[in-house]
């Protein structure tokens, strides 16, 4: 039942940015930042919290989750760090992923050429 539940999940917030991308003039790096901010903004209320416990994988893979990840080390960190814990905590939780997708990149980039 988790996979059917995961499944449903990240399809409706897929299904949600496709169709704002086919509806909108938005492009797909406003797509992005709204489900970065959307994540982040339901993480505030403890809403994506039960989210994850409702839908295991399903709420962590798509980009919601890093707005999520996001707040969440920010205010954990700040509860025990003051304001220096607000910085620290954004990238306490987030950091793997933003190296590997730095490094993957840098790789890529000496591999394939850019188009004129």
């Given at each position: 039942m988790i996979y059917l539940k995961a499944f449903l999940v990240a399809g409706i917030i897929c299904m949600i940015g496709q169709l704002i991308l086919d509806n909108t003039k938005l492009t797909p790096g406003h797509i992005t930042?709204?489900?970065?901010?959307?994540?982040a903004f339901l993480d505030i209320f403890n809403l994506y919290d039960k989210l994850i416990l409702f839908a295991g994988g399903g709420a962590l893979v798509p980009i919601t989750s890093?707005?999520?990840?996001?707040?969440h080390g920010a205010l954990e960190n700040a509860i025990n760090y003051g304001i220096t814990g607000l910085l620290i905590g954004m990238?306490?939780?987030?950091a793997s992923g933003i190296t590997s997708s730095?490094?993957?990149?840098?790789?890529?980039?000496?591999?394939?050429?850019?188009?004129?």
């Open positions: 930042t709204i489900f970065v901010i959307l994540g890093f707005g999520h990840l996001l707040i990238f306490d939780l987030t730095i490094i993957i990149a840098f790789a890529l980039a000496l591999i394939f050429k850019p188009k004129n």
